[in-house]
């Protein structure tokens, strides 16, 4: 399991971390999402078979992309 905690400057309410929960969550490997809106802090566990550039590139597609 791999884990990434990042700072996405989008973030500006408990609606834009649950779209975040929401579409991570749909990719495969995808163990857990958990994010603040006050820190605008997401952390993101993944199984070894997803990788992190699939990840990032979702993130940047919705509109959230980290730091």
């Known amino acids: ?4 905690t990042v700072h996405i400057p989008n973030i500006s309410c408990i ?6 929960k ?5 990719l495969d ?3 857990n ?3 603040s809106p ?8 993944w ?6 550039d699939t990840i ?5 597609e919705i509109g959230y992309p980290p730091e």
């Open 47 to 52: 199984e070894d078979t997803q990788d992190w």
């Open 22 to 26: 929401r579409e991570l969550g749909d």
């Open 33 to 35: 999402v958990e994010g």
């Open 1 to 4: 399991m791999q884990e990434k």
């Open 15 to 20: 609606h834009c971390v649950n779209t975040i």
């Open 29 to 31: 490997g995808i163990i």
């Open 38 to 45: 006050v820190t605008k802090n997401i952390t993101i566990q």
């Open 56 to 60: 990032r590139n979702l993130l940047d």
